[in-house]
């Protein structure tokens, strides 16, 4: 009897232990080391050559070419394939994508600049013109909300468009990190005016990015900002916070969608490898918590998805995921993109 009392206390410690921190560290700590694939693909004739980290005996690990010579990306971050907000109609908190999406808008002319958009559209002549100032990376800024802009539902024609300025990059010789961006959460937060609580300040959705209006969960939150800031916003912290807690899912559809970027691009050497999300905010989660049982193993839940490797425990999904949590192949199996966090 005491026997099993002392096995069942032991077995509650482990499970404690895998939920919190620092014990989740010490759990993580378990799990199955992979290493690191051998990359010796040749390049494609006319293609660029694939990068990986090569990782010398004594010596610090440093992005390599299929020759081993150290490859240092420099270049620079076009916005125009972001879903920023539009001012064209200052009364409304949620107006459509400004500029088109379909790559044919862009075959023989460039749209023209507007007022209403804090970043011009992308068009070939910006790579050119990046290629001439001997710039050999684009960091390609992209937006889940145009991405899967109704939830199941990824959209083809914006992976074309990403597709087009790919293209356009390795044709000029220049390699593209595809972007998962984003900028205090949403463009669909909201807006509050007057605001309710003291000290607040109306929100600027301006330069608010990254998940479409299904998947940013407010919880009646109000949006307003704080000291100026964009993050310091309830609704932000909010919606944040739900992300990362995968509420009604909503994480493993993000890690889907990137999954829907890895299958179009495995085989293209231009794509150096994938951003899996821009200045992650951490809602109302604090450090060193936050990175240790929220940010960094949600970056393995995303490696497992694209590469398959496995390197975590196994666990449901749909709901919050402990830390020690892997993640379920999706069937990509994209061993050769580098992960930039």
């Known amino acids: 009897m005491r026997r099993g009392s002392l096995i069942a ?18 759990v993580a700590m378990v799990t199955r080391l992979t290493p690191p694939p051998a990359i010796a693909t040749p390049a494609t004739p006319g293609a660029l050559p694939w990068l990986h980290v090569a990782h010398p ?6 992005i390599a070419d299929d020759k081993g010579r150290m490859v240092l990306l420099h270049g620079a971050i076009p916005q125009g394939l972001i879903d920023f907000y539009s001012a064209a109609d200052p009364s409304r908190n949620d107006p459509p994508p400004f500029y088109p999406i379909d790559p044919a808008a862009y075959d023989s002319h460039c749209p023209d600049n507007s007022p209403f958009m804090p970043a011009p559209p992308l ?15 684009v960091r390609l800024p992209l937006s889940w909300s145009l991405l899967e802009p109704r939830r199941g539902r990824i959209n083809q024609t914006y992976i ?3 597709a087009q300025v790919v293209g356009w990059a390795g044709a000029s010789g220049i390699y593209v990190i595809l972007d998962m961006h984003e900028n205090a959460y949403s463009r669909y937060v909201g807006r509050s005016s007057p605001v309710p609580l003291p000290k607040g300040e109306v929100t600027n959705l301006l330069f608010n990015t990254g998940a479409p209006p299904w998947a940013t969960i407010t919880d009646g939150f109000p949006s307003e900002t704080y000291l100026g800031q964009r993050e310091l916003n309830p609704a932000v912290m909010e919606a944040s916070n739900n992300f990362w807690y995968d509420r009604s899912g909503i994480q493993d559809e993000y890690i889907g ?7 179009r691009f495995k085989d293209d050497s231009t794509v150096a490898g994938y951003s899996l999300l821009n200045e992650p905010w951490p809602g109302w989660n604090l450090p060193p918590g936050f ?9 393995r839940r995303v490696i497992d998805a694209i590469t398959g490797i496995h390197d975590g425990l ?10 020690s949590c892997g993640y379920p192949d999706l069937g990509v199996h994209d061993l050769h993109h580098l992960v930039f966090m």
């Open 9 to 26: 206390s032991a077995l509650v410690v482990l499970v404690i232990a895998a939920l919190t921190y620092p014990g989740a560290v010490l």
């Open 314 to 323: 196994p666990c449901w999904t749909g709901i919050y995921m402990p830390p």
């Open 257 to 263: 969608a990137i999954a829907s970027l890895a299958r």
């Open 123 to 137: 068009c070939r002549e910006d790579i050119l013109a990046m290629a001439a100032l001997g710039f050999n990376s």
């Open 291 to 299: 990175e240790d049982l929220l940010l960094f193993p949600f970056y």
């Open 160 to 162: 074309d468009r990403i």
């Open 57 to 62: 005996s004594g010596g610090d690990p440093y």
